[in-house]
Nanobody, 126 residues
């Protein structure tokens, strides 16, 4: 069993920054991919970024490229999402997820992830 716990959300003005953390526990993660997804009210959950645990290879949604950075700390079993130049449209609940690595394209699909955190709210004011 895998447990994921997000932290770091909050209220920030447009143009500001936040750093989300996802502490993972329960089993070795070398074969896993860790993802960040988000869901705004009335919208479907969407892919933000993923990182393949063993290689550190990262993938991003087009709308966050150049603004968000996903990274991991192997020693602490923690994944981060550094969010810069935030926009009001980034407002959502952000979820951390873990799943078995299959391919770059599949890692963008929420249904490929077995484990999910409880989510953390990010609100960007204009």
């Amino acid at each position: 069993q895998v447990q994921l716990r997000e932290s770091g959300g909050g209220l920030v003005q447009a143009g500001g920054s936040l750093r989300l953390s996802c502490a993972a526990s329960g089993r070795p993660f070398s074969s896993y991919v860790m993802g960040w997804f988000r869901q705004a009210p009335g919208k479907e959950r969407e892919f933000v970024a993923t990182i393949r645990w063993i290689t550190g290879t990262t993938y991003y949604a087009d709308f966050v490229k150049g603004r968000f950075t996903i990274s991991r700390d192997n020693a602490e079993n923690t994944v981060f999402l550094q969010m810069n130049s935030l926009k009001p449209e980034d407002t959502a609940v952000y979820y951390c997820a873990a799943g078995m690595w299959r391919s770059p394209s599949l890692s963008r699909r929420p249904r490929e992830y077995e484990y999910w955190g409880q989510g953390t709210q990010v609100t960007v004011s204009s």
